[in-house]
């Protein structure tokens, strides 16, 4: 394994990978897993890939978890990316993409996280999983933590979408809904976790999930031929999977795999949560959380999150930007969407669509750009959104 250390994002504090972690032991700020690469640079060729699976554990070098041990997998990853010609033709833009997460086991792109972090939890001796969620992280702790044959507590906001909640009891999770936001959530785990003898696994409080995440990266530049494209554009929850890819392209520089040159990456959230957006316009360094927060797109509901600091120094060092999308225009674009292109996406995803327009009218990404707009999820498990 080339796994060495986790390093505080923050601080620098050099931490063990081998005993259960959450953050920060100085300064409770995110911990990153860091690797070997140099010794990697010298042996690991992109072109031994050709003959692997189409699973993120393609990886599998710069993913945690000693070679010997047996990932807690449900085929999550290798999702296509597929051109979506007619949708960009309406915007004028000749190479439009669509990262299509919703092909993943639970529907969505957290069970790339899910899948690292139960099964590194596993391996570190957790029995009790729990986690709170916005609804599709709930679905894929529930999959895969049934999956290791360890305990998932769930808890999610009494309005997350219905289809969520059912997933996560059919899977055998133990689900308690909240009357709050995610953040309530949080709170409630990290209260309760000592006495029952949980393991925290929200989202960048522990270092995998976002490991998951950032084969985003890995696969994007290997679909593109060891090219990364001139613009991304990923609906911004926690943003874990925006921080994952910025981590993955780092790597893979060092890896020799790709050059210096960086997509300029959008977040986008919804105009009734937006954290990031409100604190990029103001040139801030953190994020204010948002009062009373509200927005149809759950994943998008996410009123402060750890990682806010990372996420705004990787939109200004991209020099892309943040956007805020209402409610009504991502579930309009559901249908155009839907027609031009075949997908029925969650609405999160929709929501970057709308962005691009609004992008685009406004002169910020010009015609002939590459352009990658990341689907999370699938609108099945929205239903509730599309009804009259
Ligand atoms: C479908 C969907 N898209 C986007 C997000 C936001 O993801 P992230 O936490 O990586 O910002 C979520 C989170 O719940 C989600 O479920
Ligand atoms: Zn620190």
Redesign the pocket.
């Known amino acids: 394994m080339f796994l060495t250390h986790l390093h505080c994002t923050a601080c620098g504090l050099k931490h063990e990978w081998s005993r259960l972690q959450n953050l920060c032991r100085a300064c409770q700020k995110p911990l990153f897993a860091e690797y070997n690469l140099a010794a990697l640079a010298k042996s690991w060729r992109s072109e031994s890939l050709a003959t692997r699976t189409r699973s993120l554990w393609r990886y599998r070098e710069v993913l945690p978890l000693p070679f010997e041990v047996e990932p807690v997998s449900l085929g999550e990853g290798g999702t296509p990316l597929v051109r979506a010609e007619r949708f960009g033709r309406e915007l004028g833009l000749t190479s439009l993409w669509i990262k299509d997460e919703s092909i993943n086991p639970t529907q969505?792109?957290?069970a790339r996280g899910m899948s690292v972090a139960v099964s590194m939890a596993k391996f570190l001796g957790a029995k009790k999983l729990a986690a709170p969620?916005?609804?599709?992280?709930g679905g894929a702790l529930a999959a895969y933590a049934a999956r290791a044959g360890l305990e998932a507590n769930i808890f999610m906001p009494n309005d997350t979408p219905k289809a969520n909640v059912i997933e996560c009891r059919e899977l055998g999770a133990k689900v308690t809904l909240v009357d709050g936001l995610i953040t309530d959530c949080g709170a409630e785990i990290a209260r309760r976790k000592e006495k029952e003898g949980w393991f925290d696994l929200s989202?960048l409080k522990e270092p995998y999930r976002v490991e998951g995440?950032k084969t985003l990266g890995y696969e994007l530049a290997e679909a593109l031929g060891w090219n990364l494209p001139d613009v991304i554009l990923y609906?911004?929850?926690?943003?874990?999977?925006?921080i994952g890819m910025w981590k993955a392209f780092a790597e893979m520089e060092s890896l020799g795999w790709i050059g210096p040159k960086r997509p300029r990456m959008f977040t986008v959230q919804a105009s009734g949560c937006p954290p990031i957006v409100r604190a990029f316009e103001a040139g801030e360094t953190s994020a204010e959380e948002i009062r009373n927060a509200h927005t149809r797109a759950?994943?998008?509901r996410?009123p402060k999150a750890i990682g806010d600091f990372l996420m705004l120094r990787i939109l200004r060092d991209s020099k892309g930007g943040a956007i805020a999308v209402d409610d009504e225009e991502m579930i309009d674009a559901t249908r155009e969407i839907g027609a031009a292109e075949g997908l029925f996406v969650?609405p999160?995803?929709a929501a970057c669509f709308v962005a691009l327009r609004k992008l685009t009218a406004k002169g910020m990404i010009s015609p002939n750009e590459q352009v990658v707009i990341f689907n999370?999820?699938s609108g099945i498990k929205y239903l509730e959104c599309y009804e009259p």
């Open positions: 969505s792109f957290k969620t916005a609804g599709n992280a989202t995440k609906p911004t929850g926690g943003g874990t999977g925006l759950s994943g998008l996410v969650a999160e995803g999370t999820g």
